[in-house]
Nanobody, 115 residues
Framework: QVQLLESGGGLVQAGGSLRLSCDAS????????MGWYRQAPGKERELVAA???????NYADSVKGRFTISRGNAKNTVYLQMNSLKPEDTASYYC?????????WGQGTQVTVSS
């Protein structure tokens, strides 16, 4: 049983910063990718950023230069540092873990950016 526990969402003014954290527990294959997706009301869920266990990263064009994804020393923790936040970043953010062609999801954390 794999579980993902997210934290760090909240309300922030435009231009501010937030840091999301996600801890994965359970039987996790060492070769994996962890990432963050987001979903705004009325829109499809989209990839924000992802990082492999080897440290290779991938970012959505809309967040490049503003967001940074990283993994903790324990490797089953992932962080998303979000700077220069914009109102259009408002969404529910979901932690994702992928391995052996299976996706696991966290429960989601709300990020609201006020103008």
């Amino acid at each position: 049983q794999v579980q993902l526990l997210e934290s760090g969402g909240g309300l922030v003014q435009a231009g501010g910063s937030l840091r999301l954290s996600c801890d994965a527990s359970g039987s996790i294959f060492s070769l994996n990718t962890m990432g963050w997706y987001r979903q705004a009301p009325g829109k499809e869920r989209e990839l924000v950023a992802a990082v492999t266990n080897g440290g290779r990263t991938n970012y959505a064009d809309s967040v490049k230069g503003r967001f940074t994804i990283s993994r903790g020393n324990a490797k089953n923790t992932v962080y998303l540092q979000m700077n220069s936040l914009k109102p259009e970043d408002t969404a529910s953010y979901y932690c994702n873990l992928q391995f052996l062609h299976v996706n696991y999801w966290g429960q989601g954390t709300q990020v609201t950016v006020s103008s």
